[in-house]
């Protein structure tokens, strides 16, 4: 089976930088990702990593490490609309129709 | 842009009621999923379809089934609801194809309450 990693929360200031960190154990890995959630809001797509490295997207920066089943979700220059729950998410080779694992959630609280 | 919708943004329903949640997706994507979210215990996967006609349990398959006889519709049912089915159901959808990126798209969610 899979197993992902993440921490449950945490707080930051405005202007700041956060980092959420994501560990997973998988066989066959395909790919990482990492959505957004507003509470009582869907997950919205932020980024995606399949081979080691940095994906930078604006702000946000995604990074894998396939060797160590690591990823992180970097939030530059917090802003208070960033306070949400961020979501990592597994997709496994083996698994059929495109299927992701996803992991409990960090809910980030952005304080002015 | 994608858009999934559900039937319903809220839904109370009362023990051992049948209970169906629809979900309609309009770009011809091939995979639909559902999903409930728990406090603390994320997203996890009820059931999931990869073409019409065709389904296959997720993580947590037990108390649900799921009808996928057209391609944009995807529907939850809950043959017999019980208390601990209260939850937030949300459904998804991706295009075919785990060798690009083809993220999965999220529909607003359906709250239900049992009584």
């Known amino acids: 089976g899979q197993n992902i990693d993440q921490p449950t929360e945490m707080t930051a200031t405005e202007g700041a930088i956060v980092q959420i960190n994501c560990t997973y154990q998988?066989?066959?890995?395909?790919?990482l990702f990492w959505y957004q959630q507003h509470a009582g809001e869907a997950p919205t797509f932020l980024s995606y990593?399949?081979?080691?490295g940095l994906e930078e997207k604006g702000r946000f920066s995604s990074f894998l490490s396939r060797s160590k089943g690591y990823s992180y979700l970097l939030l530059k220059e917090l802003q208070m609309k960033d306070s949400a729950s961020y979501l990592c998410?597994?997709?496994?080779?083996?698994?059929?129709?495109?299927?992701?694992?996803f992991g409990g959630g960090t809910r980030v609280l952005v304080k002015p | 842009d994608v858009k999934v919708t559900q039937s319903s943004r809220y839904l109370v329903k009362r023990t051992g009621e049948k209970v169906f949640l629809e979900c309609v997706q309009d770009?011809?994507?091939?995979?639909m999923f559902w999903y409930r979210q728990d406090p603390g215990l994320g997203l996890r996967l009820i059931y999931f379809?990869?073409?019409?006609?065709?389904?296959e349990k997720g993580d947590i398959p037990e108390g649900y089934s799921v009808s996928r006889e057209k391609k944009e519709r995807f529907s939850l049912i809950l043959e017999s609801a019980s208390t601990n089915q209260t939850s937030m159901y949300l459904c998804?959808?991706?295009?075919?194809?785990?060798?690009?990126?083809?993220?999965?798209?999220f529909g607003p969610g359906t709250r239900l309450t049992v009584l």
């Open positions: 998988t066989s066959g890995f395909n790919g």
């Open positions: 770009m011809d994507h091939e995979n």
């Open positions: 379809s990869y073409d019409v006609k065709m389904k």
């Open positions: 998804a959808s991706s295009p075919r194809g785990a060798d690009a990126y083809n993220e999965q798209f």
């Open positions: 998410a597994v997709r496994s080779r083996r698994a059929a129709g495109n299927k992701l694992t």
């Open positions: 990593n399949v081979l080691d």
